[in-house]
């Protein structure tokens, strides 16, 4: 066994876990224990039963509380593996940068494996990658499971199940629209079920493993590391992440990732994890859940560039000012946006709140569905869950899903039934993505992805919860109609404003940036009974890139189930009311691109169809150029009275029709 000598560094102040110095290592652990050694192990003895190359015995003059520590120096270092044990057990550096002995997924072995880690990490080139501080409002996410996205066979990648699969999906998701992906937990996790010990690590000698998977990775986890089985045999898992998080910004794509927190760990413990994982991998942001501490990163200056989501923001947690890094992730939007869908009583006040809401001290993410709970497909199919899978006899999941299976449970080949789906689903679609602050697309519901009604498929390392990238083919109506909308979304910012909308005229051009009305202009009904609204964007409010005025849009939602006649309001004489969405359309793909809008007869009223989104926008009125230069270039009395020049807008109130109130809300 090889000598090293062993020195305290009273002077130094080094992090948890190891870190190299000149001549050797400085190792730092906590440890409630009598005594503490560091175990070495020789990489060549295979990833089975470990045999010890060394064992070196942290001095008591390094034990600070219960925090062990001391430099190491001497040759040959690099080439071990290493653990530690405290009072005879054995356990893995809870801060280790990687891991290994549990490259295979899902091996039941590993859940009573020792993990070791590599004394030697390999240095990465980021070549001057930096974060890319995406404005919210300027963001579209999509939230995936790196093995769940490519781990399918029809996935159509070479390495799949790992962030080297994510890499090979960059073309799809930059084709989609994508801006920003977020990851569900990519840190160490023990995706083996075992049941709780008493110091809570879940790599605890003892327990046996309970049979059962962890496929979300919500639990506790090595911090540190990324997950060793989103890397493949043979690969360095850090190495990986960050190959894919270079690869990703190169694209232009942001990453943020999910850490779960169980409330056992610190705040001060929480803030160096998730500020390691911005400095170390460079990821642009990190959702929260769990129990986290939030109101501590929300108040860290080293974070104010970072993307900060939890379930919530109070004002006591923010720094006094802008604070525009934060974002909230939560059901609200879910929950009101199902429940006006599928026509409940008194919800159209909620979907005015929702559509609007993007307040100055941070952002919001809307979804209408995430991992947890029903895809957007089974939204439309399932009125019950359908968890029998998951061994728990339909016990677990919530029960409140706010869904509505257009009237048979589960898959269907009745033709009417069909098409409601794929109204209900572009309905869906639209108030995502119509909505100020930040949509969010689950992967796999830009084309049907369906879990079999499963509403908590976390167990489900299969065919629930893998990713059928057939149904490209099979939804490819649905998956062109995703497509269209991200894009028409970018194009008009009137549906993303950097501030929420005030429901006033108060730069002076004619209109207020959004107004609200009833199947009359301008007259709004928010009667319990009322199931239908609509909202005008006013376009001058929206500046698109090349500083042009954005078009007006008026959005007529009807989640009745009978139709309703909506008066269309007045837009300048110039400009004619033309169809770009219509959710009802049966025989087409549901929108009308760009300069192919289709045409409306009567610019006064029109009839939208039940259960269904209309989205009209003004285009000038044909050949108004040319009738203007006709009438310039007329002779003296040829055409008798000089034409009527057109009527200025009133730019201090909007020109109100035959009995039209204005409406504040």
Not at 179 to 205: K, R, S
Not at 578 to 598: C, H, L, N, P, V
Not at 613 to 639: L, S, T, Y
Request: aromatic fraction near 12%; charge should be negative.
């Amino acid at each position: 066994m090889r000598q090293y000598q062993i020195c305290i560094d009273s002077a130094g102040v080094y992090p948890m876990g190891l870190t190299p110095t000149e001549k050797g290592i400085h190792v730092s652990v906590a440890a409630a224990a009598k005594e503490c050694s560091l175990l070495l192990f020789s990489p060549e003895k295979g990833r089975g039963e470990k045999q010890e190359a060394a064992r070196i015995r942290f001095p008591e003059a390094g034990r600070h509380g219960q925090v062990w520590e001391m430099t190491v120096e001497g040759e040959g270092l690099q080439q071990y593996e290493y653990a530690f044990e405290a009072d005879g057990k054995r356990f893995s550096d809870p801060c280790g940068r990687s891991f290994l002995g549990n490259e295979a997924w899902g091996c039941l072995e590993n859940g009573e494996r020792l993990l070791t880690t590599p004394v030697s990490q390999p240095e990465f080139d980021w070549g001057g990658d930096v974060s890319l501080r995406i404005p919210y409002e300027e963001c579209i996410v999509y939230r995936a499971h790196v093995r769940g996205l490519t781990k399918d066979g029809s996935s159509g990648v070479r390495n799949k199940g790992t962030f080297a699969g994510v890499v090979e999906k960059i073309p799809y998701l930059k084709e989609l629209g994508i801006t920003t992906l977020e990851l569900m937990p990519v840190a160490e996790f023990q995706e083996i079920e075992m049941p709780d010990v008493a110091d809570g690590n879940p790599y605890g000698d003892g327990p046996k493993p309970t049979g059962r998977l962890n496929y979300w990775g919500c639990g506790a986890a090595f911090y540190y590391a990324p997950k060793a089985s989103y890397a493949g045999t043979g690969r360095n898992p850090a190495m990986e992440f960050k190959q894919m998080v270079k690869a990703l910004h190169q694209a232009g794509m942001e990453v943020v990732i999910e850490l779960f927190f169980t409330g056992r760990e610190t705040p001060a413990a929480v803030l160096d994890v998730v500020r390691f994982w911005v400095r170390e991998f460079h990821v642009d942001g990190v959702h929260l859940t769990g129990q986290a501490p939030a109101w501590i990163l929300a108040k860290d200056p080293y974070l104010t560039d970072t993307k900060l989501w939890a379930t919530y923001w109070d004002d006591g947690d923010k720094e006094p000012g802008y604070q525009k890094n934060l974002g909230e992730f939560n059901d609200g939007f879910l929950v009101d946006m199902r429940r006006a869908l599928k026509g409940d009583e008194d919800q159209m006040k909620n979907l005015i709140f929702r559509s609007r809401r993007n307040p100055a001290g941070h952002g919001v993410i809307n979804y209408m569905a995430t991992n947890n709970g029903f895809t957007l497909m089974d939204m439309v199919s399932y009125d019950r869950k359908h968890n029998e899978a998951n061994g728990e006899e339909n016990q677990d999941g919530t029960d409140y899903n706010y869904t509505w299976n257009c009237g048979e449970e589960g898959p269907s080949r009745k033709k009417k039934l069909v098409q409601m789906r794929r109204q209900q689903l572009r309905n869906a679609l639209l108030m995502v993505f119509l909505s100020q602050g930040t949509p969010l697309l689950q992967a796999g519901d830009e084309f049907g992805h369906s879990q079999g009604g499963n509403n908590n498929a976390y167990c489900q390392d299969n065919e629930i919860s893998w990713l059928n990238w057939k149904l490209q083919k099979t939804n490819r109506e649905l998956l062109a109609f995703v497509k269209y909308l991200i894009a028409f979304r970018k194009a008009h910012p009137v549906f993303h404003m950097k501030e929420e909308p005030k429901v006033m005229d108060y730069r002076a051009v004619g209109k207020p940036d959004i107004s609200y009305h009833g199947v009359n202009a301008w007259k709004p009904e928010f009667e319990n009974f009322r199931r239908q609204i609509g909202i005008m964007y006013w376009g001058p409010y929206g500046k698109k890139a090349d500083g042009t005025a954005d078009e007006t849009f008026f959005v007529a939602y009807n989640m009745h189930w009978e139709p309703h006649e909506f008066a269309l309001p007045h837009l300048p004489r110039s400009q004619q009311w033309k169809i770009a969405f219509d959710t009802s359309d049966s025989s087409g793909s549901g929108y009308y691109e760009a300069g192919q809008e289709r045409e409306l007869e009567n610019q006064k009223r029109y009839m939208v169809p039940y259960r269904s989104i209309i989205v009209f926008v003004g285009k000038p009125v044909p050949d108004q150029g040319k009738e203007e230069r006709c009438r310039k270039n007329a002779k003296p009395g040829k055409m008798g009275k000089p034409a009527k020049a057109e009527e200025p807008v009133n730019e201090a109130e909007p020109g109100k029709q035959e009995g039209e109130e204005d409406a504040h809300i």
